[in-house]
């Protein structure tokens, strides 16, 4: 069995989640069951229906007082009393902030191993091997974990596409799981979700993003990026270099160093592909790259591929997108 934990904040599901079952969809192929779990305060019915409609066993509600704000110590408290409860060989997490928080110490309490940011999964002679990238994605190694189960997996945001989640013929069951909580065993205040700066966006839950690079040349030339982005009705981004000089907040960089995403949509605007952006974006439905150098490594991955001079080129574009 494969056990999913689920996100949600203020009743609302972080959409990676669906990307995690995505991954252990994969990996189950019909063979195993795949229980999601979510955890938080009272009134999980929203979520719960929500990833009811995937195709899995079940879903299960986490609900306790302690939960109602997150805290590493509330979770790890919960979360393994339903992992013993549950028994499942795999256990996987989407690679968000939250996750990253709790689950080093979820996996010592359970002395159990914990392979995190995978990008990808696939059986080599009767094992299961995961891949993850190391050294700023110059290198990906594969992990096949030892010791007893279950094995704690989290997937890196943008390696599994979430409209990939299969959806079930019918509503599944939601079951109430039997937890309790110490709460004098916190040792967290609460305090407002964490964020990278006072206005950061999380450019993961973006459906359309332009992403600007190098070829703009000159910080006054970001402003045709940004008219490009609101005709697009998109979030814009950034290459690393444009936020090394200051150009775009840090909060707005794709990349192994910033964020992973993984939109319908993406724009890279005078981007060359440099490795270590490709892995933050490679997840995208659709890719349109627009550069002047017909050998740049990013017409390697894009869908659509334009050759030209992006201070023509996206003029043009916003002209016809104004249009409609």
């Given amino acids: 069995m494969i056990l999913v934990i689920a996100e949600q904040q203020q009743g609302k599901l972080n959409r990676a989640s669906w990307e995690a079952i995505a991954a252990a969809q994969q990996l189950a192929a019909g063979a195993m069951p795949i229980t999601v779990a979510v955890a938080g305060g009272f009134n999980l ?113 943008g390696a599994y596409r979430a409209d990939a989640a299969a959806k079930g013929s019918a509503v599944v069951p939601i079951t109430a799981a039997s937890i309790t909580i110490d709460e004098s065993k916190i ?9 990278e700066a006072k206005q950061a966006v999380d450019l993961s839950q973006a459906e359309r993003i332009v992403s600007v690079g190098r070829g703009i040349k000159t910080v006054e030339n970001i402003a045709i990026a940004e008219q490009l982005a609101k005709a697009f009705g998109a979030e ?22 910033g964020q992973t995403v993984a939109p ?27 550069n002047k150098d017909a050998d740049a490594p990013i017409f390697e991955v894009a869908d659509y591929g334009i050759q030209g001079d992006l201070f023509e080129l996206a003029p043009a574009i916003i002209a016809e997108l104004q249009k409609g």
């Fill in 45 to 157: 019915a929203g979520v719960a229906g929500e990833l009811a409609q995937a195709a899995v066993a079940e879903v299960l509600t986490i609900e306790h007082a302690a939960l109602a704000t997150y805290t590493p110590d509330g979770f790890v408290q919960a979360l393994q009393q339903v992992i013993a409860q549950v028994a499942p060989t795999y256990v996987f997490f989407s690679h968000t902030y939250q996750t990253r928080d709790f689950s080093p110490t979820l996996a010592t309490r359970m002395d159990r191993a914990l392979v995190t940011d995978v990008i990808a999964i696939r059986a080599v002679g009767g094992a299961t091997v995961f891949a993850r990238p190391m050294f700023q994605g110059k290198l990906v190694a594969e992990v096949v974990p030892q010791g007893e189960g279950p094995f704690l997996i989290s997937i890196q945001i």
């Fill in 187 to 195: 040792r967290q205040k609460p305090e407002l979700p964490f964020q």
């Fill in 236 to 257: 814009l981004a950034a290459s690393r270099p444009i936020c090394d000089n200051g150009w775009l907040p840090m909060e707005r960089q794709i990349g192994s160093s």
């Fill in 264 to 290: 319908k949509l993406y724009v890279a605007l005078g981007i060359s592909g440099a490795i270590q952006h490709l892995v933050g974006m490679k997840g995208s439905r659709v890719i349109v790259a627009i």
